[in-house]
Nanobody, 124 residues
Framework: QVQVVESGGGLVQAGGSLRLSCAAS????????MGWFRQAPGKEREFVAAISWSLSNTYYGDSVKGRFTISRDNAKNRVYLQMNSLKPEDTAVYYCAVGRSYGLSTVPSGYNVWGQGAQVTVSS
């Protein structure tokens, strides 16, 4: 059974940067699409970014487009989320997720394995 664990969250001032990492264990994820979602208190889980298993396709939520970059290293079984120009509204718990066996998805139901989440707090 595959498991994923996020790391790299923390507190940062507005305009700063953070890099989240998602490490997988149990089996290789080189054939899975991967995604990042986030959830702020009292809000629904929101799509952030996704990357195909072949690295040929990426997709971003409108609120992070141009500021966040998703990448992966299949040899290390890791996925990353580089977050630049952070804003207070980016404050949330960020989740790494493993895609089901079909196309790149922007909704939570398109993923079947989730990490425990990493807190990102952006101060104004």
């Amino acid at each position: 059974q595959v498991q994923v664990v996020e790391s790299g969250g923390g507190l940062v001032q507005a305009g700063g940067s953070l890099r989240l990492s998602c490490a997988a264990s149990g089996r290789t994820l080189s054939r899975n699409n991967m995604g990042w979602f986030r959830q702020a208190p009292g809000k629904e889980r929101e799509f952030v970014a996704a990357i195909s298993w072949s690295l040929s396709n990426t997709y971003y939520g409108d609120s992070v487009k141009g500021r966040f970059t998703i990448s992966r290293d299949n040899a290390k079984n890791r996925v990353y989320l580089q977050m630049n120009s952070l804003k207070p509204e980016d404050t949330a718990v960020y989740y790494c997720a493993v895609g089901r066996s079909y196309g790149l998805s922007t909704v939570p139901s398109g993923y079947n394995v989730w990490g425990q989440g990493a807190q990102v707090t952006v101060s104004s």
